[in-house]
């Protein structure tokens, strides 16, 4: 069954309501016509409309004010508003679109522009709700995915360690430790992606050298299934203040990249320290190197010749780096390799 639109007209002239009830009265929509502000409201609160149309000139309270009334209540925020008026300069249009509205029609009404810029607003609001709807449906899905993943991950976790544990370290035992590691970096991507709005990151400081080490240690038996070494040096060591799991992000999301795009029996070089007065990390490999280096920060960007991952992790790098004015530099070429520089100034408190 087609769902009735209902419209809402707020006018205080009382032949312009009859005039654009009669103009809309045969398209079937549900029509609720006041000249009092106030009352359109409270009515509004009662029973949502779908959209409103709202003159400028009115008494007590005039349409831009109202307006500003209805985008303060949860319930009426989104709801599209055309303003009707006779005034017709640059300045009130644009102070009507400022105000939250979505169009602007100006008196006297032609009834085929106003049916027409009804429906396309109309048609907009019914996508942006669907819209809505898929990516909380998607919201959710995520979630469960998540939730039914870190089970089974956990398990076959702490049995390849009891097996190495029972029979020593194999390649066969790496590669299923590798394999928890990647799915454990996919797992972080997902849970920033989804919680990043309602989690709160606290900053703490960060040991660099401390924690650098921690995360070439993480990754060591998926680099050791490519035989890829994995060489860590500095020239001066120093702390940074930002939340870890955001700079854990950072490195793994960088490091997993740098591993995934090395050739067999490569090698990687990270570095941090103080260069030409900068505080730097540098991560790089000697790789494939990357097709188009002004990509790779975009959401779900790929290879062509490596589709592998999902396309997030470089995407949430560039994120977090902007969230703490951390530059990132990209440099890359063709079966050479590529190198992720970081300046870090912006988190950095040397410890000398």
């Given at each position: 069954m087609t769902k009735k639109y209902t419209i809402l007209i707020v006018d205080d002239k009382l032949e312009n309501l009859q005039y654009l009830n009669k103009v809309l009265q045969d398209e079937d929509y549900d029509i609720r016509a006041t000249p009092d502000g106030m009352m359109a409201l409270?009515?509004?609160?009662?029973?949502t409309p779908d959209?409103?149309?709202?003159d400028i000139k009115m008494p007590n309270i005039d349409g831009y004010e109202l307006c500003?009334?209805?985008?303060?209540?949860?319930?009426?925020?989104?709801?599209?508003?055309?303003?009707?008026s006779a005034l017709d300069s640059v300045e009130d249009k644009v102070k009507a679109f400022e105000e939250g509205g979505v169009d602007y029609i100006t008196k006297p009404f032609e009834p085929k522009e106003i049916l027409a810029r009804i429906k396309t607003q109309?048609?907009?609001?019914?996508?942006?709700?669907?819209?809505?709807?898929?990516?909380?449906q998607q919201d959710l899905f995520v979630k469960k995915i998540m939730h039914e993943m870190n089970?089974?991950?956990s398990i076959i976790s702490l049995n390849s360690e009891l097996i190495e544990q029972k029979y020593g370290l194999s390649k066969q035992v790496e590669a299923i430790k590798a394999s928890v590691k990647t799915l454990s970096s996919i797992y972080g991507d997902l849970s920033y992606k989804i919680k990043k709005h309602s989690r709160e990151y606290k900053v703490s400081?960060?040991?660099?050298?401390?924690?650098?080490?921690?995360?070439?240690?993480f990754f060591d038996e998926l680099a050791n299934t490519k035989d890829i070494h994995i060489d860590l040096g500095y020239n001066?060591?120093?702390?940074?203040?930002?939340?870890?799991?955001?700079?854990?992000?950072v490195i793994d999301n960088t490091l997993s990249n740098a591993i995934k795009y090395s050739k067999e029996a490569g090698e990687i070089n990270i570095f941090f320290g103080k260069e030409d007065g900068k505080h730097l990390i540098i991560i790089e490999d000697f790789g494939i190197g990357i097709e188009d280096t002004s990509k790779v920060f975009d959401a779900y960007y790929q290879q062509s010749n490596k589709k592998l991952g999902l396309g997030l992790g470089l995407n949430i790098v560039k994120e977090i780096c902007d969230k703490y004015e951390i530059k990132v530099e990209v440099k890359s070429s063709k079966n050479v390799g590529t190198s992720f520089i970081f300046n870090i100034d912006s988190v950095v408190k040397s410890t000398r």
């Open positions: 409270e009515a509004a609160k009662l029973n959209l409103i149309l709202l500003r009334l209805f985008k303060k209540e949860e319930k009426l925020k989104e709801v599209p508003i055309i303003f009707i109309l048609q907009i609001h019914k996508s942006k709700i669907m819209i809505a709807r898929l990516l909380e089970t089974p991950v400081k960060i040991n660099l050298l401390n924690f650098i080490s921690s995360r070439v240690q001066e060591e120093f702390d940074i203040y930002m939340n870890k799991y955001e700079f854990e992000r």
